[in-house]
T-cell receptor, first 115, second 110 residues
Framework: EAGVAQSPRYKIIEKRQSVAFWCNPI?????LYWYQQILGQGPKLLIQ????????DSQLPKDRFSAERLKGVDSTLKIQPAKLEDSAVYLC?????????????FGQGTRLTVV | DAKTTQPTSMDCAEGRAANLPCNHS???????VYWYRQIHSQGPQYIIH???NNETNEMASLIITEDRKSSTLILPHATLRDTAVYYC???????????FGKGITLSVRP
């Protein structure tokens, strides 16, 4: 079974530029998450999708961050304009549907450096 | 979701058991305990979860105290590849977000 795919692996941009990250979840996984992980901290949820609808975006800085999941499969996360404090690893995760607990599978992440 | 408290770090010798503690004194009756780990430069990986009974799988064992206020993740024979940050997470719903703390850094020494 293929895992969660993310690209690019690394990105360096200047502040005030824009950037986009891409995630392809495991086939059939209805739930998709984007997490932000700053160095030395645990991952923080930015947004959760159920199919192509947003379930939780309470911690997404909506003035600069946006995310979409068209057709309920792939997802993109965009930052515009980027700030120095956005430097972090951006993790995508997906989860299969089910009545009981199903584990979340994470991608390797995109490491963003804003200079 | 209940808050968890973990030591910052610990180490153990390769081949020995690694016992990782977690306190969750405010856990409520319908909340599960989950453990994930994150190896350097990788995304978190699910290890195990439980409600009140002890659980075991091919990766680890989870021991939950009778009052459910704390738990211990046991890696029975730690290897160098088990060096990672281990996150203890408590939450109620089977679906939805996972709230990560800082976790505990386990260093396995040769």
């Amino acid at each position: 079974e293929a895992g969660v795919a993310q690209s690019p692996r690394y990105k360096i941009i200047e502040k005030r530029q824009s950037v986009a990250f891409w995630c392809n979840p495991i086939s059939g996984h209805a739930t998709l998450y984007w997490y932000q992980q700053i160095l030395g901290q645990g991952p923080k949820l930015l947004i959760q999708f159920q199919n192509n609808g947003v379930v939780d975006d309470s911690q997404l800085p909506k003035d600069r961050f946006s995310a979409e999941r068209l057709k309920g499969v792939d997802s993109t996360l965009k930052i515009q304009p980027a700030k120095l404090e956005d430097s972090a690893v951006y993790l995508c995760a997906s989860r299969a549907p089910g009545q009981g607990y199903t584990e979340a599978f994470f991608g390797q992440g995109t490491r963003l450096t804003v200079v | 979701d209940a808050k968890t408290t973990q030591p910052t770090s610990m180490d153990c010798a390769e081949g020995r058991a690694a016992n990782l503690p977690c306190n969750h004194s405010t856990i409520s009756g319908n909340e599960y305990v989950y453990w994930y780990r994150q190896i350097h430069s990788q995304g978190p990986q699910y290890i195990i979860h439980g409600l009140k009974n002890n659980e075991t799988n091919e990766m680890a064992s989870l021991i939950i105290t009778e009052d459910r206020k704390s738990s211990t993740l046991i890696l029975p024979h730690a290897t160098l590849r088990d060096t990672a940050v281990y996150y203890c997470i408590v939450r109620g719903q089977p679906v939805g977000k996972l709230t990560f703390g800082k976790g505990i850094t386990l260093s396995v020494r040769p």
